[in-house]
């Protein structure tokens, strides 16, 4: 059984810095990729940012580029998400996500991942 277990959200203040971790059990994906997606109520998911499993490469929407970085330790099956400068644009609910299979592209859509995380709530006060 797969399993995707965040960790790491809380309330922070504008201009802060936050880690998050996702632990994934059951399945390596050293040959696929892992993401971050994002959610506010009333709104779509979306794609925060990515890491391929096999390459390491990277792919982040543009509000976090320069901001947010996305890292993974294949030994423990884990990706981070390094956001640094936090802005209250940045509340929302933080999920994991991971496909199993190679791509030659960068995939930012949520259909194009197989598992998912239940989420963790990022709070940016201002």
């Known amino acids: 059984q797969v399993q995707l277990v965040e960790s790491g959200g809380g309330l922070v203040q504008a201009g802060d810095s936050l880690t998050l971790s996702c632990a994934a059990s059951?399945?390596?994906?050293?040959?696929?990729?892992m993401a971050w997606f994002r959610q506010t109520p009333g709104k779509e998911r979306e794609f925060v940012a990515t890491i391929d499993g096999n390459s390491g490469s990277t792919y982040y929407r543009d509000s976090v580029k320069g901001r947010f970085t996305i890292s993974r330790d294949n030994a423990k099956n884990t990706i981070y998400l390094q956001m640094n400068s936090l802005k209250p644009e940045d509340t929302a609910v933080y999920s994991c996500?991971?496909?199993?299979?190679?791509?030659?592209?960068?995939?930012?859509?949520?259909?194009?991942?197989?598992?998912w995380g239940q989420g963790t709530q990022v709070t940016v006060s201002s």
């Open positions: 059951g399945r390596t994906f050293s040959n696929g990729a």
């Open positions: 996500a991971a496909r199993y299979t190679r791509s030659p592209i960068f995939r930012t859509q949520t259909y194009e991942y197989d598992y």
